[in-house]
């Protein structure tokens, strides 16, 4: 019975990571793009012509920081991948992570 609550475990940490990597990030990238069209501002069209909105810094920058975190994501992705392919793997002892030994 033992070997039910190790494998629904295991089934519910790739069930989450899943969820934070393979939905997770996409999310933000939308999330950045829809920011960044915030920031630009909202025209409005009348019969004189279009107008330009007035522009939300604070769009520009939620949306690059949200870039930044699906870059940041994809890189650590990366470097785990290429550090296990070297025989090594990625540690997360200190603030920042490092590649170590095995």
């Known amino acids: 019975m033992h070997n039910v609550g190790f494998a629904l475990d295991g089934a519910w940490q790739v069930l989450l990571a899943g969820l934070i990597l393979g939905a997770g990030m996409p999310v933000l990238f939308a999330l950045g793009i829809r920011s960044l069209a915030w920031g630009a501002g909202e025209a409005s069209v009348s019969t004189q012509g279009v ?6 810094p604070a769009g520009t920058v939620l949306g690059w920081v949200l870039f930044a975190v699906v870059v940041a994501g994809v890189l650590l992705g990366l470097t785990f991948i290429i550090a296990s392919g070297f025989g090594n793997k990625l540690s997360f002892e200190h603030i920042y992570p490092t590649i170590v030994p095995k």
């Open 51 to 56: 107008t330009a909105g007035a522009k939300q």
